[in-house]
């Protein structure tokens, strides 16, 4: 297993829970700053299912009560779990929530390496021979199958000459903040607001933290000249809805810059490997499927791999068709939600995605 997000974190923990050996090679400890995000109820739900519960206890996390936006007009839709069997989301710490998948891992006999990064794959004519770089040295496995979950970077893949498909460019400019006043109580519902030049996410978190996004078009901060700081302190002059929630925080983080690009591998796998989560294909946040796909596309690979390990060659390519056909769909999804907000369909961010 190459990477150790929640992708690769549970598929790993389902190889072993079928008797395989699995070692899961992390290029990073799970302590660098990630940003929190959001699941669903039916991600909560699935992560029980999984026997994965115990990376969502709420001591650790910030329960949900559902997702206001405000999006295609100045009246707010309510997005509401109180009637799923769950009856909430959970908008999670991270990187707690990777180091609690690990956890479960190791209990379940999985090797870990980390930090580690994988320098050398071959094929075999029944195994890989492959070179890792771990703790000063290189160690050499001979796995008979290797998952890519190294998430956009799809370092495995890559290496296999393979390349992605990309939808057009874009990124998110992060500022999580701390220190919420005391007479302030932070509101349990994620927020999500349509703006000029992009839209905002807001969502409380655990021990008096938040994050705080916009998803915008890297042309239109660097076509402004101005510091980034600045530029994205003006923007949030005009989501009205986030800025009130993000006010009540004292202290603002550095910010963050990541792409949120869709896309995906144009092969999916090949003798002996496969990609899943984002090394296979990203989503626009807006989705709100990242950690959720991850779940999916874990677990529904290592019931793939565990059958062609025993014989059934097809199941593979079944799983990469149907993730293939996710992608497919996902796009237009996408598409239809981009066409409902109007307001600025003249801006450049809307334009482009409206065509």
């Not at 209990?107 to 000063?136: C, H, K, M, Q």
């Not at 916009?214 to 239109?220: M, S």
């Not at 490997?273 to 959720?292: E, N, R």
């Amino acid at each position: 297993m190459v990477g150790g997000g929640p992708a690769g974190l549970t598929a790993a923990s389902e190889l072993a829970r079928r008797g395989l050996r699995v070692t899961l090679v992390q290029a990073e400890g799970h302590a660098s700053a990630r940003v929190g995000e959001h699941i669903g109820p039916a991600a909560v739900q699935r992560l029980r299912m999984l026997g994965l519960g115990g990376a969502v206890e709420p001591a650790d996390h910030f329960e949900c009560s559902g997702i206001d936006a405000w999006w295609g007009s100045a009246t707010p839709e309510h997005n509401d779990y109180l009637h799923h069997p769950v009856g909430f989301g959970i908008n999670l710490s991270r990187p707690r929530f990777d180091r609690a998948l690990a956890r479960l891992c190791r209990e379940r006999d999985v090797r870990v390496l980390s930090p580690a990064r994988v320098v050398r794959a071959d094929r075999g004519r029944r195994a890989w021979d492959i070179e890792v770089a771990f703790g000063g040295g290189l160690l050499r496995a001979q796995p008979e199958y290797v998952v890519d979950a190294s998430g956009r970077s799809a370092v495995f893949a890559r290496m296999q000459g393979i390349r992605s498909c990309a939808a057009e460019k874009q990124i998110a400019i992060i500022g999580g903040a701390s220190g919420i006043a005391v007479s302030r109580t932070p509101s349990a519902r994620v927020v999500i607001e349509a703006t000029r030049t992009g839209w905002w996410y807001f969502a409380a978190l655990r021990e008096g933290r938040c994050a705080c996004m916009l998803v915008t078009d890297p042309d239109l901060f660097v076509r402004s000249g101005q510091d980034l700081g600045a530029w994205w302190v003006a923007q949030l002059r005009d989501a009205p809805h986030v800025g009130e929630r993000y006010a009540a925080y004292a202290r603002g983080d550095p910010l963050l810059v990541r792409s949120t690009q869709s896309r995906r591998l144009d092969t999916l796998h090949g003798t002996g490997w496969l990609a899943i989560g984002d090394a296979a294909m990203t989503f626009d946040p807006l989705s709100s499927q990242g950690i959720a796909k991850a779940l999916e596309q874990g677990h529904e690979a290592a019931v793939a791999i565990g059958r062609c390990l025993e014989g059934d060659t097809a199941a593979v390519d079944a799983f990469a068709e149907a993730v293939s056909a996710r992608y497919a769909q996902y796009l237009g999804t996408r598409a239809a939600y981009y066409r409902l907000e109007q307001r600025w369909s003249g801006a450049q961010f809307w334009k482009s995605r409206q065509r």
